[in-house]
C-alpha cells in the first residue's frame, strides 16, 4: 500500500519576504473583493483592520465592468437565480459596484506596506497585470472562475512571481491544463487553493481531504480559499497541511455590501489566524513516547506499591501490595510476577515495590 502524501512534500517559498509553507503558520489572506462599500477611506480602514487582527496579506481584485463582462441586462447577463447572493442585478452592473477603483490601487498598496502587509491582487485580464506590475505586486490570485482562462495564466506565470491558483468548479483535466500552462510559461512558485465556489459554502461541499491529494498530484503547495461561515473549516485544512488561508473580511456584515454576508469581521480574523497558527504547530512529527513537556506527568503513571507494613520475609499479595499512582514503582505489568514472593526486609506502607525489596526466587 503507498504512503500517504506528506505534508512536508512540498517546499517553502517567498512572497517579497515572507515564508510560506510546511513548518510555518499559514498565510492568512484577508480578501477585500468589493467590501469597501465604493469608499476609499473605508478601504484603508479594512487594510488597518486586518494588519490589527494579524493578518498576514490583503488581496484585491483588480478589473473593470468592462474587461468582465457585456453592458447588457438580458438573458445570462442578468442573474435571476433567487438562490443567488446578486439576484437581480446584471453582471455589468453588479461588477460596476463591486470592483476596486484602480486609481484606489496605489494608497491601498502603499497602506499595506506602512502596517507590514503583503498586498497583490486577483488580476481579470492582461491589462490588469500589465497594471499591477507597475505597483510591483509581489504575487498573483487567479480565482476560480478564471481557472480555465489559460491566457491569462500564462501570462500571470510570466512575470515569474509566485502565482495562487484557486480549484473552484476545476475537474482534475482543467487542473492539469492550468498547472501545465503556469509551469509552462514559468512559474516555478504555485500554491493551489482548495475552493468551493458557492457563498456561503456549506461545509460539506467542502470536500477538505482532497488538500493532500492535490498536493501530491501537483507537487507544490495547498491552501483554501474559504467561503464558509466561522473558522473550523480554516483550522481543519491547516491540520491537513494547507499554507495559506485566504478569507473575504470586511468591518461589520451589518454595513451591507456585495460580500458583507460571508465575510469575517475582525474579531473573528484574530481567531482564525491565531487558530491556525496553533494547528499549524500542532502538526509536528510521527512521534510516539512522552515529549519534554510530558516527563514530570511520567510520575503519575500507576505502578507497584506496598499498601501494607510488612516484616522480612513476609509475602506479597493482593492486600498488601497495589497497583496505584504515582509512578516510582515497578511497572504494573509485573504484578502478577511478585505475587507470592517474599520482602527481604522490613517495608513500610507507601514504599514504591523494587527489584531490591525482593528475596531472590
Excluded at 506527568?297 to 509475602?315: F, N, P, T, V, W
Amino acid at each position: 500500500m503507498p504512503s500517504p502524501p506528506s505534508i512536508h512534500s512540498a517546499s517553502t517559498l517567498r512572497i517579497a519576504d515572507r515564508v510560506v509553507g510546511p513548518g510555518e503558520p499559514p498565510l492568512v489572506i484577508a480578501e477585500m473583493s468589493g467590501n469597501h462599500n465604493r469608499s476609499l477611506d473605508r478601504a484603508l480602514a479594512i487594510v488597518d483592520a486586518a494588519a490589527n487582527s494579524g493578518a498576514h496579506a490583503v488581496k484585491l481584485q483588480t478589473y473593470t465592468p468592462e474587461t468582465m463582462t457585456l453592458d447588457l441586462d438580458r438573458g445570462e447577463f442578468f442573474i435571476d437565480d433567487p438562490a443567488n447572493p446578486w439576484a437581480g442585478q446584471s453582471l455589468y452592473k453588479l461588477y460596476g459596484e463591486a470592483n476596486t477603483p484602480w486609481e484606489w490601487h496605489g494608497a491601498i498598496f502603499e497602506r499595506c506596506r506602512e502596517r507590514g502587509l503583503l498586498c497583490f491582487s486577483s488580476p481579470f485580464d492582461e491589462t490588469a497585470i500589465d497594471f499591477l506590475e507597475s505597483l510591483d505586486a509581489p504575487a498573483y490570485k487567479i480565482a476560480s472562475f478564471e481557472n480555465t482562462d489559460l491566457p491569462l495564466i500564462r501570462r500571470a506565470a510570466a512575470t515569474g512571481k509566485p502565482l495562487i491558483l484557486s480549484t473552484g468548479m476545476a475537474t482534475p483535466a482543467e487542473l492539469t491544463e492550468a498547472v501545465e500552462a503556469a509551469r509552462g510559461a514559468g512559474c516555478t512558485e504555485l500554491i493551489l487553493l482548495k475552493c468551493t465556489s458557492s457563498y456561503p459554502a456549506p461545509a460539506e461541499n467542502c470536500n477538505l481531504a482532497t488538500i493532500p491529494h492535490l498536493r501530491e498530484l501537483f507537487g507544490c503547495q495547498v491552501g483554501l480559499s474559504d467561503h464558509t461561515l466561522g473558522i473550523g473549516v480554516a483550522v481543519a485544512a491547516t491540520a491537513l497541511g494547507a499554507t495559506v488561508i485566504e478569507k473575504h473580511f470586511t468591518l461589520r456584515r451589518a454595513d451591507g455590501g456585495v460580500d458583507a454576508a460571508f465575510s469575517m469581521e475582525p474579531a473573528e480574523l484574530k481567531q482564525l489566524v491565531e487558530e491556525t497558527a496553533r494547528a499549524a504547530r500542532a502538526l509536528g512529527t510521527v512521534h510516539y513516547g512522552p515529549v519534554g513537556a510530558e516527563d514530570a506527568s511520567l510520575q503519575h503513571r500507576r505502578s507497584l506499591y506496598i499498601a501494607e507494613d510488612l516484616k522480612a520475609g513476609e509475602i506479597l499479595t493482593e492486600k498488601n501490595l497495589r497497583r496505584i499512582r504515582p509512578g516510582l514503582g515497578l511497572a504494573p505489568k509485573h504484578y502478577e510476577t511478585v505475587l507470592g514472593m517474599a520482602v527481604s526486609r522490613d517495608v513500610a506502607t507507601g514504599t514504591p515495590l523494587s527489584w531490591e525489596l525482593l528475596k531472590p526466587a
